[in-house]
């Protein structure tokens, strides 16, 4: 049986669920791949720590180079995280000509098409089924599966922490802080938390799936990103009477020449499957023109779950390499010379529907003075519900629009905030009616 080497770069959590498959499911791994997968090297800066896993004969270096300078590494496993020294170790290693896997979501977001470029230059696959919804085949799955479909929109929960925030607020009435902190404490965080509660984590992981699933160039910068720091559990209360529940969402479609492409929270109907997407766990919706909606839910965080879609890379590119083949699918789905450059949809363009809640002076006239300038600025109400209790001589008006254009609901908004009608800031929640079949 052909013996397939690994090198790990990084010993941290993932790098530590990886090596442990690759020892525990030594034999299922071999009898699926028809070759031995052996962890030769693992390269970290901490040696020290006893990461509880009997690693036998795989050496455990503090030198990276050791890694990648070694000609027998056939794969590179990078679970360092971040985007400096793990994008230096990687385009090492694939000018070592080592294919490499990764789960570095950040990274592939800010240079993927470099990664993406140093690959194909070297003629070597590049892999990354863990960086997006943990366990969730999502890459394989716009990759492979659904070659012949044309992919209309992906409505993503892709944060686990997010969505942790949102569960415990919603159901039972936790304060942000409290519930960040257990987030953390069940280790689905980010160790920079702002990278998950101001949405950049959903953003990153959006800018992987929409160049799978359009073939275009992997663009983080034209996103538009807003996470759930300012959701109020009084948002979250109110949005149940209108029959939505508030998600962070990573939104993708593709129009005739553009796509758009967001990240907020989001309020969606309760009877949408995505809206019992609790807790840490991940779904990603994904509206294909043959398929229809498919939904895939599971663990997008969390040692095994990620080490297992890490696994799952390393396996296909093992199959290849004992079929004597390399880079038989696309990396990102489609050919280089074959990926485009498609833009991304201003966000002041967007058309959409919009929950507003003002904070208003109980006064005569208040309401006229507001749906007034909304009326100005194009923006038709499909509901008004004065909500809650008087407080301050303050109420809270909340309304429901029909469709109306990003620009002018913010110059809307801009305007009815240098009015003495309403205190504080408005808030917005954009409203999105996802395809239930
Ligand atoms: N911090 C991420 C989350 C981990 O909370 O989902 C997985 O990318």
Redesign the pocket.
């Known amino acids: 049986m052909k013996t397939i080497n690994i090198g790990i770069l990084g010993y941290g959590v993932v790098g530590a669920g990886v090596a442990k498959l690759l020892k525990q499911k030594k034999q299922l791994l071999e009898s699926r791949t028809g070759a031995v997968l052996n962890l030769k090297t693992i390269a970290d800066i901490d040696t020290a720590t006893n990461r509880g896993i009997d690693l036998g004969t795989t050496a455990l270096v503090s030198d990276a180079n050791v890694v990648m300078d070694d000609p027998a590494i056939d794969i590179v496993v990078e679970t360092i995280g971040g985007e400096t020294i793990a994008r230096e170790f990687i385009l090492k290693s694939l000018e070592n000509k080592k294919h490499v896997v990764t789960a570095n979501?950040a990274l592939l977001a800010s240079f993927g098409n470099d990664l993406v470029t140093a690959a194909r230059k070297n003629q070597v696959d590049l892999a990354f089924e863990a960086s997006v919804g943990?366990c969730m085949p999502v890459i394989k799955f716009l990759r492979e599966s659904l070659v012949a479909n044309d992919i209309k929109s992906m409505s993503a929960i892709?944060?686990?922490?997010?969505?942790?925030i949102l569960t415990k607020i919603s159901k039972d009435g936790s304060d942000f802080e409290d519930a960040l902190r257990k987030?953390q404490e069940l280790g689905?965080?980010?160790a920079e938390p702002s990278?998950?509660i101001d949405g950049f984590?959903t953003a990153h992981?959006l800018a992987i799936l929409n160049s799978l699933a359009h073939g275009m160039e992997i663009n983080l910068k034209d996103i538009y990103v807003e996470g759930i720091r300012n959701i109020t559990p009084k948002d979250i209360e109110f949005a149940k009477d209108f029959g939505y529940i508030i998600k962070l969402l990573a939104i993708g479609k593709i129009h005739e020449d553009y796509v758009e492409a967001r990240v907020h929270p989001t309020m969606i109907s309760s009877s949408n499957p995505l809206s019992h997407v609790d807790g840490?766990m991940?779904a990603i919706a994904i509206d294909a023109d043959a398929t229809g909606q498919t939904i895939l839910y599971g663990h997008?965080?969390g040692m095994m779950p990620?080490a297992s879609a890490v696994l799952s890379d390393i396996a296909d590119i093992a199959r290849n390499i004992i079929s004597g083949i390399k880079r038989r699918v696309p990396i990102l789905g489609y050919p280089e010379d074959n990926i485009k450059s498609i833009p991304i949809l201003p966000m002041e363009e967007l058309y959409t529907k919009y929950y507003l809640r003002f904070e208003a002076q109980d006064h005569p006239g208040v309401l006229a003075k507001i749906s007034g300038i909304l009326g100005e600025n194009n923006i038709s109400i499909k509901s008004v519900h004065q909500k809650g209790r008087k407080s301050n001589g303050k109420v809270p008006i909340v309304m429901i629009t029909h469709t109306a254009r990003e620009a002018g609901v913010q110059h809307a908004l801009k305007q009815i905030s240098k009015t003495d009608s309403v205190v504080g800031r408005p808030v917005v929640i954009r409203i999105e009616e996802i395809a239930e079949e």
């Open positions: 979501k943990g892709l944060n686990g922490t997010c969505n942790y987030a689905y965080a980010e990278l998950d984590d992981k840490s991940n997008g965080a990620t």
